[in-house]
């Protein structure tokens, strides 16, 4: 199998790590992955927080609920509009910072590290608490905090590939509103689902 294709599908989100820490030279690979990722116009709508100091991911596992695991070093992903090159980046720089996340994720990968994203954009409570405890500087958005360490944990390859989410060439078939009504449906029913899949994860 392609080397490349191979790491994506070894991506699994990784929750338990050791403590061995995260070789500087690493954390240099990774944030250079996550600025060679695509942005609109190249407008680089980023920036980063590296953060290994025991008290502040202390302060994350207490404050943030998706935050709890123990990993050595968190990157804070940060949508930037004091740095981006273009006024473009105002409006796509959710995609640009995702498309930054995804390369340093499949870096952790390539490299014998694991990851996992957390969340922060848009919820306001989670932006507040990382806006507060790494006291961001105005003109910056916590996209998420990826955690970061050597694996204690493992998880096989995988592909969730399924031939139902594809479709090759135009819809066919019905189409206008009755079609939509049932489009929302299935939207409103899977949604319902997944908003009870995380209660249940919650609680």
């Not at 207490?62 to 930037?80: E, N, R």
């Not at 905090?145 to 399924?162: H, V």
């Not at 899949?197 to 609680?203: I, K, L, P, R």
């Amino acid at each position: 199998m392609n080397e490349t294709i191979e790491v994506i599908l070894k991506r699994r989100s990784i929750r338990l790590f050791t403590e061995e820490s995260v070789e500087e030279e690493k954390i240099r690979l990774l944030l250079e992955a996550g600025m060679a990722g695509p942005s609109a116009v190249n407008a680089q709508p980023w920036e980063f927080v590296v953060i290994t100091e025991k008290p502040i991911l202390e302060k994350f596992r207490g404050a943030l609920m998706f935050a709890k695991m123990a990993a050595p070093l968190v990157i804070c992903v940060l949508g930037s509009r004091r740095m981006q090159k273009s006024r473009v980046g105002d409006k796509f720089w959710v995609q640009d910072c995702s498309a930054a996340t995804e390369n340093i994720l499949l870096a952790a990968t390539a490299l014998g590290l694991g990851s996992v994203w957390v969340g922060v954009h848009p919820i306001a409570l989670f932006e507040r608490q990382v806006k507060s405890i790494l006291n961001l500087p105005t003109g910056v958005t916590p996209l998420n905090l990826i955690y970061i360490g050597y694996p204690a944990e493992s998880k096989e390859a995988r592909t969730q590939y399924d031939e139902k989410r594809v479709h090759w060439g135009p819809f066919q078939g019905e189409s206008g509103e009755k079609g939509d009504e049932e489009v929302s449906k299935r939207y409103e029913i899977n949604a319902k689902e997944s908003n009870e899949n995380d209660n249940a994860a919650v609680q």
